[in-house]
């Protein structure tokens, strides 16, 4: 009897201790930024090979290393998701602390081994909703949230693009958009990837918001590994308020 007291009475202490205990702070990182990757059906298989493998390198890319390793603390957060129709997002990679080459090489083979999320319609609103999500969980500390959209076309599927963009600017989260121009309009619908006025205007009038929010433009997939690399390097250096790589 004496015994089972004395057992109770330990686990009352280790029970008050763990409640009083303080909770691990969270890791301090320059940037939360969430990769979005379009992977709707206007991208077929090739475009999508080039994208994939302009993701994979870009994350590696010397430059990059160099801007993330001048911020203050020295390490982003990031994830990888991709994004096609209103009900088709998925996290195909986790958050995870980039810091140095190794972990940035890591995170850029894990992107190219993992096959094609989606082929559906493209919902940018929904895409921008997943990725607050992401940003909501995230397991690193950050005075600093963006989202990192790339597509090549406008919104067609899910509520107002402008409504879903707002709501994130409105909790303090930065869009930037890295748009990939076509020069020939779909076919079956042309003003989806070739709207009046060009998407890049489109996505400036629509996507992008935030504190230094830009658009980049890739003239099409051959150029989107190096127009990455560009968008990853400012808003790095932004983030970290460190000195931004050579761009060219």
């Known amino acids: 009897m004496g015994s089972l007291r004395r057992s109770a009475g330990l686990l009352t202490i280790v029970t ?3 409640v009083l205990a303080p909770a691990r702070a969270a890791e301090k990182v320059d940037l939360l930024l969430v990769l979005a990757s ?3 059906r206007s991208v077929d298989a090739d475009k999508f090979e080039l994208q994939r493998r302009g993701y994979g ?5 010397p430059r990059v290393i160099e ?3 001048s911020g203050t603390n020295g390490r982003i957060g990031v994830c990888f ?3 096609s129709g209103v009900m088709s997002q998925k996290l195909v990679i986790d958050w995870t602390a980039i810091g140095s080459a190794d972990t940035a090489r890591q995170f850029g083979d894990r992107i190219l081994e993992a096959p094609r999320s989606f082929t559906d319609r493209t ?5 921008i909703d997943f990725a607050m999500a992401q940003l909501e969980r995230a397991p690193f500390e950050s005075p600093r949230r963006t ?3 790339s597509g090549d076309g406008t919104n067609n ?10 709501e994130a600017v409105a909790k303090g989260v930065t869009i930037n958009g890295l748009v990939i121009l076509s020069e020939r309009p779909l076919a079956w619908n042309p003003e989806h990837t070739n709207p009046p006025g060009g998407l890049e205007n489109y996505y400036r009038q629509n996507v992008v918001g935030g504190p230094r929010a830009f658009v980049i433009a890739a003239q099409d997939f051959n150029a989107f590994g190096q127009a990455l690399i560009n968008k990853l390097i400012a808003e790095v250096a932004a983030a970290g308020n460190g000195r931004i790589a050579n761009r060219e």
């Open 16 to 18: 008050a201790l763990l």
């Open 38 to 40: 379009d992977v709707s």
């Open 57 to 61: 390198h870009a994350m590696s890319d």
């Open 67 to 69: 801007a993330i390793r």
């Open 81 to 83: 998701m991709e994004w």
């Open 123 to 127: 919902s940018i609103s929904a895409a």
């Open 147 to 149: 989202i990192d959209v």
């Open 157 to 166: 599927s899910g509520r107002d693009v402008t409504t879903a963009r707002d």
